[in-house]
Protein backbone atom coordinates (compact mmCIF):
# COMPACT_ATOMS: atom_id res chain seq x y z
CA UNK A 1 0.00 0.00 0.00
CA UNK A 2 0.95 3.55 -1.14
CA UNK A 3 1.93 4.88 2.39
CA UNK A 4 1.53 8.59 0.80
CA UNK A 5 -2.30 7.52 -0.27
CA UNK A 6 -3.14 6.39 3.10
CA UNK A 7 -5.83 8.34 4.51
CA UNK A 8 -3.89 10.03 7.78
CA UNK A 9 -5.50 12.28 10.54
CA UNK A 10 -2.58 14.19 12.43
CA UNK A 11 -3.39 15.18 16.54
CA UNK A 12 -1.61 17.66 18.31
CA UNK A 13 -0.97 21.16 19.82
CA UNK A 14 2.72 22.61 20.09
CA UNK A 15 5.33 23.71 18.29
CA UNK A 16 6.87 20.28 18.94
CA UNK A 17 3.75 18.90 16.77
CA UNK A 18 3.52 21.13 14.20
CA UNK A 19 7.01 20.62 12.88
CA UNK A 20 5.91 17.15 12.76
CA UNK A 21 3.23 17.58 10.50
CA UNK A 22 4.42 20.64 8.45
CA UNK A 23 7.26 17.97 7.69
CA UNK A 24 4.31 15.29 6.34
CA UNK A 25 2.55 17.64 4.32
CA UNK A 26 5.58 18.93 2.36
CA UNK A 27 6.53 15.28 1.69
CA UNK A 28 2.93 15.23 0.16
CA UNK A 29 1.39 13.11 2.83
CA UNK A 30 -2.63 13.14 2.98
CA UNK A 31 -3.86 14.31 6.35
CA UNK A 32 -7.32 14.31 5.64
CA UNK A 33 -8.02 16.18 9.02
CA UNK A 34 -5.93 17.54 12.09
CA UNK A 35 -7.00 17.83 15.43
CA UNK A 36 -6.03 20.33 17.81
CA UNK A 37 -6.45 22.08 20.87
CA UNK A 38 -9.54 24.41 20.96
CA UNK A 39 -8.52 28.39 21.07
CA UNK A 40 -7.48 29.69 24.16
CA UNK A 41 -6.41 32.91 25.76
CA UNK A 42 -2.66 33.52 26.18
CA UNK A 43 -0.07 35.85 27.13
CA UNK A 44 -0.15 39.35 28.99
CA UNK A 45 -3.32 40.86 27.14
CA UNK A 46 -4.78 37.13 27.13
CA UNK A 47 -5.64 37.44 23.93
CA UNK A 48 -7.14 34.33 22.45
CA UNK A 49 -4.26 32.38 20.12
CA UNK A 50 -4.65 29.38 17.88
CA UNK A 51 -2.52 26.05 18.33
CA UNK A 52 1.16 26.33 16.81
CA UNK A 53 -0.63 22.87 14.95
CA UNK A 54 -3.49 24.63 13.66
CA UNK A 55 -1.44 27.74 12.43
CA UNK A 56 -0.04 25.14 9.94
CA UNK A 57 -3.26 23.28 9.36
CA UNK A 58 -4.67 26.75 8.37
CA UNK A 59 -1.81 27.61 5.58
CA UNK A 60 -2.63 24.88 4.27
CA UNK A 61 -6.39 24.51 3.98
CA UNK A 62 -6.51 21.70 5.99
CA UNK A 63 -9.86 20.23 7.55
CA UNK A 64 -9.35 21.67 11.05
CA UNK A 65 -11.04 20.01 14.76
CA UNK A 66 -10.93 21.22 17.99
CA UNK A 67 -12.98 19.33 20.05
CA UNK A 68 -13.39 20.09 24.05
CA UNK A 69 -14.54 16.73 24.66
CA UNK A 70 -12.94 14.10 22.44
CA UNK A 71 -15.79 11.71 23.79
CA UNK A 72 -18.41 13.69 22.28
CA UNK A 73 -21.12 11.43 19.71
CA UNK A 74 -20.99 14.64 17.60
CA UNK A 75 -17.02 14.58 17.16
CA UNK A 76 -16.72 10.98 17.07
CA UNK A 77 -19.20 10.59 14.39
CA UNK A 78 -17.40 13.16 12.37
CA UNK A 79 -13.94 11.57 12.65
CA UNK A 80 -15.42 8.28 11.87
CA UNK A 81 -16.57 9.56 8.40
CA UNK A 82 -12.94 10.53 7.72
CA UNK A 83 -12.62 6.42 6.80
CA UNK A 84 -8.97 7.22 8.75
CA UNK A 85 -6.40 4.54 7.77
CA UNK A 86 -3.34 5.64 10.64
CA UNK A 87 -3.71 8.24 12.94
CA UNK A 88 -0.92 10.15 14.46
CA UNK A 89 -0.71 11.53 17.80
CA UNK A 90 2.49 13.83 18.72
CA UNK A 91 2.05 16.09 22.30
CA UNK A 92 -1.76 16.03 22.58
CA UNK A 93 -3.95 15.18 25.45
CA UNK A 94 -5.17 11.37 26.10
CA UNK A 95 -7.01 9.84 23.40
CA UNK A 96 -10.40 7.85 23.98
CA UNK A 97 -10.72 4.35 23.12
CA UNK A 98 -13.67 5.03 20.50
CA UNK A 99 -11.08 7.45 18.47
CA UNK A 100 -8.43 5.52 18.37
CA UNK A 101 -9.46 2.24 17.58
CA UNK A 102 -11.34 3.91 14.64
CA UNK A 103 -8.52 3.39 12.08
CA UNK A 104 -7.81 0.42 9.70
CA UNK A 105 -3.91 0.20 10.70
CA UNK A 106 -3.57 1.74 13.82
CA UNK A 107 -3.35 4.82 15.81
CA UNK A 108 0.54 5.74 17.00
CA UNK A 109 2.25 8.47 19.22
CA UNK A 110 6.04 9.85 18.76
CA UNK A 111 7.09 10.30 22.02
CA UNK A 112 10.23 12.03 23.05
CA UNK A 113 12.35 9.42 25.31
CA UNK A 114 13.55 5.93 24.70
CA UNK A 115 10.17 3.72 26.52
CA UNK A 116 9.31 1.96 28.79
CA UNK A 117 11.67 4.98 30.27
CA UNK A 118 10.45 8.50 31.23
CA UNK A 119 6.66 7.84 30.09
CA UNK A 120 4.70 11.09 30.98
CA UNK A 121 4.32 14.85 29.87
CA UNK A 122 7.94 16.31 30.52
CA UNK A 123 10.31 13.04 29.02
CA UNK A 124 13.09 15.93 27.74
CA UNK A 125 13.27 17.38 31.10
CA UNK A 126 13.60 14.57 33.69
CA UNK A 127 16.15 12.85 31.09
CA UNK A 128 18.35 16.01 31.46
CA UNK A 129 17.67 16.92 35.42
CA UNK A 130 18.86 12.83 35.56
CA UNK A 131 21.78 13.51 33.71
CA UNK A 132 21.20 10.83 30.80
CA UNK A 133 23.64 10.76 28.78
CA UNK A 134 21.13 9.56 25.67
CA UNK A 135 17.40 9.75 24.99
CA UNK A 136 15.24 9.80 22.03
CA UNK A 137 11.85 9.09 20.06
CA UNK A 138 9.62 6.28 20.29
CA UNK A 139 6.87 5.63 18.32
CA UNK A 140 3.91 3.10 19.76
CA UNK A 141 0.32 1.89 18.99
CA UNK A 142 -1.65 3.86 21.89
CA UNK A 143 -3.53 1.93 24.47
CA UNK A 144 -5.93 2.62 27.12
CA UNK A 145 -3.04 4.21 29.26
CA UNK A 146 -0.43 6.83 29.10
CA UNK A 147 2.41 5.98 26.96
CA UNK A 148 2.33 1.95 27.45
CA UNK A 149 1.51 0.74 24.48
CA UNK A 150 3.66 -1.62 22.39
CA UNK A 151 6.19 0.29 20.48
CA UNK A 152 6.69 0.13 16.84
CA UNK A 153 10.48 2.25 16.14
CA UNK A 154 12.84 4.25 18.00
CA UNK A 155 15.97 6.25 17.67
CA UNK A 156 18.56 7.75 19.83
CA UNK A 157 20.09 11.29 20.13
CA UNK A 158 22.58 12.00 22.66
CA UNK A 159 22.52 14.49 25.25
CA UNK A 160 25.86 16.53 25.50
CA UNK A 161 26.88 18.34 29.11
CA UNK A 162 25.75 21.41 27.57
CA UNK A 163 21.98 20.86 26.44
CA UNK A 164 19.31 22.76 27.88
CA UNK A 165 15.77 21.86 27.61
CA UNK A 166 15.34 24.26 24.52
CA UNK A 167 18.32 22.65 22.36
CA UNK A 168 17.38 18.80 23.60
CA UNK A 169 13.46 20.16 22.50
CA UNK A 170 14.79 21.51 18.71
CA UNK A 171 17.34 18.36 18.03
CA UNK A 172 14.63 15.70 18.89
CA UNK A 173 11.69 17.78 16.75
CA UNK A 174 14.02 17.33 13.80
CA UNK A 175 14.65 14.04 14.41
CA UNK A 176 10.25 13.54 14.64
CA UNK A 177 9.82 13.84 10.64
CA UNK A 178 11.87 10.73 9.70
CA UNK A 179 10.50 8.28 12.38
CA UNK A 180 7.01 8.91 12.11
CA UNK A 181 7.27 8.80 8.36
CA UNK A 182 8.87 5.24 8.83
CA UNK A 183 6.68 4.33 11.42
CA UNK A 184 3.88 4.81 8.43
CA UNK A 185 5.19 3.18 5.97
CA UNK A 186 5.76 0.43 8.27
CA UNK A 187 2.62 0.25 8.76
CA UNK A 188 1.28 0.75 4.94
CA UNK A 189 3.52 -2.29 4.33
CA UNK A 190 2.77 -4.14 7.26
CA UNK A 191 6.45 -4.34 8.40
CA UNK A 192 6.49 -3.42 11.65
CA UNK A 193 6.45 -6.00 14.42
CA UNK A 194 4.79 -4.04 17.77
CA UNK A 195 6.75 -4.70 20.67
CA UNK A 196 5.34 -5.09 23.84
CA UNK A 197 7.03 -2.58 27.15
CA UNK A 198 9.28 -4.21 29.01
CA UNK A 199 8.58 -3.32 32.42
CA UNK A 200 10.40 -6.31 34.25
CA UNK A 201 13.01 -3.19 35.46
CA UNK A 202 12.24 -0.39 37.63
CA UNK A 203 11.34 3.19 35.47
CA UNK A 204 12.19 6.46 35.41
CA UNK A 205 9.33 8.87 35.00
CA UNK A 206 8.50 11.89 33.30
CA UNK A 207 5.48 13.15 35.69
CA UNK A 208 4.38 16.73 34.73
CA UNK A 209 6.53 19.43 35.73
CA UNK A 210 4.71 21.75 39.04
CA UNK A 211 5.50 24.13 41.53
CA UNK A 212 6.74 21.54 43.87
CA UNK A 213 9.44 19.61 41.78
CA UNK A 214 10.79 22.71 39.83
CA UNK A 215 11.49 24.51 42.96
CA UNK A 216 15.30 24.38 43.66
CA UNK A 217 17.00 21.63 45.79
CA UNK A 218 20.53 22.54 47.63
CA UNK A 219 20.67 19.56 48.81
CA UNK A 220 22.13 18.11 45.15
CA UNK A 221 25.46 18.25 44.05
CA UNK A 222 26.78 20.49 42.08
CA UNK A 223 26.67 18.35 38.72
CA UNK A 224 22.64 17.57 39.89
CA UNK A 225 21.53 21.20 40.69
CA UNK A 226 23.26 22.29 36.97
CA UNK A 227 21.56 19.49 35.58
CA UNK A 228 18.38 20.80 37.28
CA UNK A 229 18.68 24.22 35.77
CA UNK A 230 19.59 23.29 32.55
CA UNK A 231 16.84 20.83 32.67
CA UNK A 232 13.92 23.84 32.86
CA UNK A 233 15.56 26.28 31.16
CA UNK A 234 14.26 28.32 28.92
CA UNK A 235 10.95 27.18 30.59
CA UNK A 236 9.10 26.93 33.54
CA UNK A 237 12.86 28.03 34.86
CA UNK A 238 14.11 26.76 38.13
CA UNK A 239 12.76 28.54 41.51
CA UNK A 240 13.89 29.27 44.72
CA UNK A 241 13.14 31.93 47.74
CA UNK A 242 15.68 34.58 48.20
CA UNK A 243 15.74 36.29 51.33
CA UNK A 244 17.89 39.24 52.22
CA UNK A 245 17.23 39.76 55.63
CA UNK A 246 13.30 40.27 56.51
CA UNK A 247 12.59 40.58 52.55
CA UNK A 248 11.66 37.78 50.70
CA UNK A 249 11.12 36.96 47.03
CA UNK A 250 11.08 34.09 44.90
CA UNK A 251 14.20 33.86 41.84
CA UNK A 252 14.52 31.80 38.95
CA UNK A 253 17.81 30.49 37.82
CA UNK A 254 18.08 29.89 34.20
CA UNK A 255 21.74 29.17 33.73
CA UNK A 256 24.53 28.18 36.77
CA UNK A 257 28.00 26.27 36.17
CA UNK A 258 30.06 24.39 38.68
CA UNK A 259 32.51 26.41 41.12
CA UNK A 260 35.73 25.65 42.80
CA UNK A 261 34.80 27.98 45.20
CA UNK A 262 35.31 26.61 48.61
CA UNK A 263 34.13 27.07 52.27
CA UNK A 264 30.52 29.15 51.11
CA UNK A 265 28.05 28.09 54.00
CA UNK A 266 24.78 25.96 52.12
CA UNK A 267 22.58 28.42 51.11
CA UNK A 268 24.64 31.46 51.28
CA UNK A 269 24.81 33.70 47.88
CA UNK A 270 27.99 35.55 47.63
CA UNK A 271 29.44 38.12 45.07
CA UNK A 272 33.11 38.55 44.26
CA UNK A 273 35.21 39.74 41.07
CA UNK A 274 31.33 40.46 39.49
CA UNK A 275 30.30 37.11 40.24
CA UNK A 276 27.41 35.06 42.37
CA UNK A 277 28.53 31.84 44.04
CA UNK A 278 25.91 29.87 45.68
CA UNK A 279 27.21 27.33 48.06
CA UNK A 280 25.42 23.87 48.54
CA UNK A 281 25.05 21.04 51.05
CA UNK A 282 28.40 19.65 49.03
CA UNK A 283 30.36 22.70 47.28
CA UNK A 284 28.78 25.10 44.98
CA UNK A 285 27.97 26.74 42.02
CA UNK A 286 28.19 30.53 40.11
CA UNK A 287 25.10 31.89 39.01
CA UNK A 288 25.09 32.74 35.54
CA UNK A 289 21.48 34.27 34.93
CA UNK A 290 18.68 34.70 36.89
CA UNK A 291 15.44 36.46 37.39
CA UNK A 292 13.67 38.66 39.85
CA UNK A 293 9.95 39.32 40.01
CA UNK A 294 7.95 41.68 37.46
CA UNK A 295 11.63 41.88 35.62
CA UNK A 296 12.96 39.88 32.98
CA UNK A 297 16.05 37.25 32.78
CA UNK A 298 19.40 38.90 33.06
CA UNK A 299 22.84 37.54 33.28
CA UNK A 300 24.27 37.52 36.69
CA UNK A 301 27.29 40.01 35.09
CA UNK A 302 24.99 42.61 33.91
CA UNK A 303 22.85 42.76 37.01
CA UNK A 304 25.89 43.46 38.73
CA UNK A 305 26.37 46.34 36.93
CA UNK A 306 24.10 47.95 38.29
CA UNK A 307 23.33 45.86 41.82
CA UNK A 308 25.03 44.63 44.60
CA UNK A 309 24.02 41.74 47.15
CA UNK A 310 23.81 42.62 50.61
CA UNK A 311 26.27 40.11 53.19
CA UNK A 312 24.00 37.49 54.53
CA UNK A 313 22.06 37.02 51.94
CA UNK A 314 20.80 33.58 51.38
CA UNK A 315 18.52 31.30 48.95
CA UNK A 316 16.29 28.52 50.01
Same mark, same amino acid.
Given at each position: ???????? %????? @?????????????????????? /???????????????? $? !?????????????? @????? %????? =????????????? !????? +??????????????????? &? +?????????????????????????? +??????????? +????????????? $??? &????????? @? =??? /? #????? &? %??? *????????????????? =??? #??????????????????????????? $????????? /????? =????????????? #?????????? *??? &??????????? *????????????????????????? *???
Amino acid at each position: MNSKALKI %AFFGT @PEFAAHQLNFLITEGYTISVVI /TAPDRPAGRGKKVQSS $A !VKQIALEHKLTVEQ @PENLK %AEAFV =KRYREFEIDCAVV !VAFRM +LPKIIWEATSLGTFNLHAS &L +LPNYRGAAPIQWALRNQESETGLSTF +LIDEHIDTGAI +LLQTKCMITPIDN $AEA &LHDRLMELG @P =KLI /T #KTIEG &L %AQS *KLTPLIQDTSKPLKEAP =KLT #KENTRIDLNLSPSGFCALIRSLDPYPG $AHALLKDGE /TEVSI =KIYKAQESSKQNI #KKHALIEEDG *KVF &LGLNQGSIEIL *KWQFPAKKAVFVKDFLNGHHLNQGI *KLF
